[in-house]
């Protein structure tokens, strides 16, 4: 009985393809490694032939992989643009979409990328800051919608939570000093009145050794060894430590990650991305 290649098998090939790791892969996809492995398996029974070579240090391509890739690439374009026209979802026009630095680092290039699939007449413009500052951009419609944090109790639509979590060097001594020295994002923030109140809490004494309202600034300080900084889990590099309550530091709560828009009814663009965002962003 001859068997047909499945839209979804491909679109996990190519993000595997692309990504070169399957972590990276499975985020993209929402799903996890292990189903992300049974369906190359299924893949690869269908094609009678390997398709992927998984080394210690990632996965690249045999050469039917290489051949499947470019005709899945088509085929992928061609299926996402069909469905599109057929459900009558053909937009075009420019969205004004933005979020703090750690959600555009995390999520960002896999959710931009999946709706620009479906709808290539789209053109997206993003900005990136801190929440308080996308609620003034909101106020003046300067943007139509925005990623924003929330308190982990807040009422509504909360898409997903994310634990905050405190970060230092690996081998530096900022984690050790007294009082602590901190770098933290706009004092408006979440993430910055939450780790002070969880210090003050566990009568820690501390120190602002440093205030940015950049992603980039707040990881140079802690690779500095200067100072310890709060990032969300997700936000994490990896040359980076968390650091656990087993060495002095008092938990942190979650934010919840929800959906704001410059008006009470957005425009049919706006509606459609915002779809996306609440399919996407709970398996990621």
Do not use: N
């Not at 993209?28 to 299924?42: E, H, K, N």
Request: glycine share 6%; charged share 20%; hydrophobic share 45%.
């Amino acid at each position: 009985m001859s068997q047909s290649l499945d839209i979804d098998l491909l679109r996990s090939f190519v993000a595997i393809a692309e990504t070169g790791v399957l972590g990276q892969a499975a985020l993209r996809v929402g799903r996890t490694q292990s189903a992300l492995s049974m369906q190359m398996q299924r893949l690869e029974g269908i094609v009678e032939q390997p398709l992927l070579h998984r080394t210690g240090r990632g996965v690249t391509l045999t050469a039917t992989g290489e051949r499947l890739l470019v005709r899945a690439g088509e085929l992928l374009r061609r299926h996402d643009e069909a469905l599109a026209e057929l459900r009558g979802e053909q937009l075009s026009g420019v969205l004004r979409f933005s979020c703090p630095d750690d959600y555009a680092v995390v999520f960002l290039p896999y959710l931009l990328q999946s709706f620009a699939s479906l709808h290539p007449r789209v053109q997206l413009e993003v900005m990136c800051a801190p929440t308080p500052r996308l609620h003034e951009l909101l106020a003046r419609h300067a943007v139509d919608l925005a990623l924003v944090s929330v308190a982990s109790d807040a009422a509504g639509d909360v898409i997903r939570h994310e634990p905050l979590v405190w970060v230092a060097h690996r081998d530096g001594v900022a984690a050790s000093l007294d009082p602590l020295p901190l770098a933290l994002g706009a004092p408006d923030a979440l993430d910055h009145r939450l780790p002070r109140q969880a210090l003050e809490a566990a009568g820690r004494a501390y120190r602002l050794a440093y205030a940015s309202s950049s992603l980039s600034g707040l990881v140079g300080m802690a690779r500095s060894g200067q100072a310890v900084i709060v990032l969300t889990r997700t936000a994490v590099p990896d040359d980076l430590q968390i650091l656990t309550p087993a060495q002095g530091f008092p938990d942190l709560p979650s934010v919840g990650v929800t959906l704001a828009f410059d008006r009470e009814a957005p425009t049919a663009l706006t509606a459609a991305f915002a779809a996306h965002v609440r399919k996407f962003l709970p398996a990621a």
